[in-house]
């Protein structure tokens, strides 16, 4: 029997991709990798966060495009383009990582991710809600927040014939809500386009890849870029498909690569069954977070 959520079998792929300092190179390999994760039969393909230029705050003003109104030129995202026709020449759907952009009617600069159909059609944008602020003394300090402003929507994308997937980036993978919105929306997977680093990502990335899975027994999917000891942001690699019982199904190691793995609904259907939070909900007791006045994209 057919599940609901996700209509038929989907090949997922997570192109975990190395990106430097050369924006034409970068989207040269994205081009490369995923036209290969097409050709071994993936659907639905996903690239990093920050996939056409280093991560990092000093940056983002440089290698930021302008993608609106939309279509952009192709001089305002030559990143916009490359993607679309991408996702075109690869006939599957591409959630497109994440590239800084830049508003000129705001001036404000966002963490912002483009979805494509086969078609090369844009079907969603997401702008990260939540900015990475960190700091751990002697290890790391980040604040996306000195440059970027946030984004002020869930975003959750129909892919035809399929189901909905929810798109967010990074640090957002650590509020649990997004996630939950998303999955009682009636999604089958959440995708993080992501850069964990190497002191938040040994203890972190798996734990709460596997933890969105089982609270909301559903797919989870982390791609995060390769790592490069040379960059001032030393990603931590590993991207990784969790199941809908919490059990990673697919992983790699820093290196440059790609992650396969089958999505299949009636593996979630069972999952639901066999343990029935779904139906184990006390809304009476505390509040539904996925019902009221809440912004998404759909
Ligand atoms: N880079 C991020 O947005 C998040 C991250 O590295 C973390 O949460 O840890």
């Known amino acids: 029997m057919a599940s609901d959520l996700l209509k038929k079998p989907l090949k997922l792929a997570l192109v975990q991709m190395a990106a430097g300092a050369d924006k034409p190179a970068n989207l040269q390999r994205a081009r490369t990798q995923v036209l290969e994760a097409s050709k071994a039969g993936a659907k639905l393909i996903v690239i990093p966060e920050c996939f056409n230029s280093p991560y ?73 809600v939540h900015l990475f602020d960190i700091n ?31 798109i967010a980036i990074c640090y957002e993978l650590r509020f649990p809500e997004l996630a939950m919105i998303a999955a009682r929306k009636g999604c089958f997977a ?43 942001y030393h990603a931590w690699g590993h991207s990784l498909v969790a199941d809908p019982n919490a059990e990673v199904i697919a992983e790699i190691d820093e290196k440059e690569g790609i992650v396969y793995a089958e999505l299949n609904g009636e593996r979630i259907d069972e999952i639901r069954k066999g343990i029935p939070i779904y139906k184990h909900r006390r809304f009476d007791v505390y509040p539904d977070v996925s019902e009221g006045d809440i912004k998404y994209e759909e």
């Open 190 to 232: 959440l995708i993080y386009p992501g850069a964990f680093n190497t002191t938040t990502g040994p203890l972190h990335w798996e734990l709460l890849a596997r933890a969105r899975a089982v609270d909301n027994q559903v797919y989870v999917a982390l791609c995060s870029p390769a790592r490069d000891m040379d960059a001032s």
């Open 136 to 166: 751990i003394p002697g290890k790391i300090t980040f604040k996306e927040s000195e440059v970027l402003s946030p984004g002020n929507k869930v975003t959750i994308v129909d892919l035809p014939e399929y189901g909905k997937i929810g």
């Open 56 to 128: 990092g705050t000093q940056y983002f003003p440089k290698y930021a495009e302008t993608l609106l109104p939309s279509p952009p030129s192709r001089e305002d995202s030559p990143s916009f383009h490359a993607l679309s026709t991408i996702a075109k020449e690869a006939n599957a759907f591409l959630v497109g990582g994440s590239i800084p952009e830049y508003s000129p009617a705001t001036k404000k600069y966002f963490n912002t991710s483009l979805t494509f159909s086969p078609s090369g059609d844009l079907l969603a944008t997401h702008r990260k």
